[in-house]
């Protein structure tokens, strides 16, 4: 593997594991589409930056899009607090339209400067690798610094206020009554969030910033109940999309950041049908149960209020179950099979009678 090509998985990881690390709180907060709408109009922010400063090197271009991101997060909650309109709609209408300016000033006054539509959408890496710096006796790529420091400040961030986010994040009346903050700590998290984004812009595109924002932590998500668990899996995820979908690229010959992306989707997925406990698969599979066993402690109370009664010789027979309890012939068989496995029933003579497990089962749905 030849050095360029550890670079670009450098530079793919670094920034997969920086955008995943507050896309964790995104997700939980359910304000995720906002990371679509920040990491679009950021683009606005950085083209008033370029204007005043002449210079894409310019830190006033952080500045600029972190600015923006605090925009449109007021504009959004501006529009939402008149209850005129939900918030996917003041997204849908905030966002556009920012967008659109931007994309309005680079066509017409920035036409023949580097800063274009199509590197903030798609980006592209295998090019961020040519763009260098030097320092600390290190010749690394531009976009590899700049995530690292990204990496280093949005972990030291989580960590420093890791209490005061997980408290606004899941209780914000206590938070509240705390006497923390949660309108300050959600706008914080929103401009960690635009500095984050425009920082990977160039490298990887918004498509890709997204991406990584939502894709791991919503697959971390359907894997652990614990924040720190869920923090530290959404960057691992994120770091196996950013490898894997260089590898695709390479494979597909195709473009880098777009198959990062696939690669992102495709863990999701997996995680989405497999997860243990909130996977599809998992769901079908624990409803499929419940019914069974709803089934057969409706089994266990019809035995139970027949018993010892004189209509019991009648009630209890296996074949008057099919009438009484309004079952298939089939549904009614599979019942009683599983019944009999989980010694709740036994059958005598064609006759259906509680176990002690099967009379403690019906007393106790009855109970409750």
């Known amino acids: 593997m030849t050095q360029l090509q550890i670079e670009i998985q450098l530079i793919g990881i670094v920034t997969a594991v920086a955008c995943a690390l507050p896309g964790v709180f995104l997700v939980l907060r359910q304000v995720a589409m906002m990371s679509d709408a920040i990491s679009h109009t950021v683009l606005l922010g950085i083209v008033i930056a370029f204007f005043i400063a002449g210079s894409l090197e310019s830190p006033l271009l952080i500045v600029g899009a972190a600015m923006m991101g605090v ?39 920035a036409g023949n400067v580097h800063l274009d539509v199509d590197t903030v959408l798609m980006g592209e890496l295998a090019f961020a690798a040519f763009d260098r710096w030097q320092g600390w ?23 420093l206020f890791y209490k005061e986010l997980k408290l606004a994040t899941f209780d914000t009346g206590l938070a509240a009554a705390l006497g923390f903050s949660s309108v300050l700590i959600h706008y914080g998290l929103m401009t960690v969030v635009s500095v984050t984004a425009v920082a990977a812009f160039e490298a990887v595109g918004s498509i890709l910033v997204v991406a990584l924002m939502i894709g791991p932590p919503a697959a971390a998500y359907l894997l652990t109940d614990r924040l720190s668990h869920m923090l530290g899996l959404s960057g691992v995820l994120a770091a196996t999309g950013a490898v894997g979908g260089y590898w695709m690229a390479r494979w597909l010959d195709a473009n880098i950041a777009g198959s990062m992306a696939v690669m992102v989707g495709l863990i999701f997925m997996v995680s989405f049908l497999l997860a243990p406990r909130r996977g599809l698969l998992a769901l079908v599979w624990r409803r499929r149960r419940q019914r069974w066993e709803f089934a057969q402690t409706a089994l266990t109370i019809h035995l139970l209020n027949h018993e010892g009664k004189p209509e019991a010789a009648r009630e209890n027979r296996v074949t008057h179950l099919q009438e009484h309890l309004r079952w298939k012939k089939d549904f009614a068989g599979q019942v009683i099979r599983r019944a009999e496995a989980g010694a709740l029933v036994v059958r005598k003579n064609g006759y259906l009678v509680l176990t002690e497990n099967g009379r403690l089962l019906a007393n106790k749905a009855m109970t409750h």
């Open 137 to 159: 006796g290190l010749d690394l790529p531009r976009s590899l610094w700049l995530m690292s420091v990204v990496l280093l400040l949005n972990g030291l961030l989580i960590g």
């Open 71 to 109: 925009v449109t997060i007021s504009l959004v909650e501006m529009l939402v607090n008149t209850r005129l309109v939900k918030q996917d709609a003041a997204i849908g209408l905030v966002f556009p339209a920012l967008f659109s300016v931007a994309v309005i000033l680079i066509s017409r006054y």
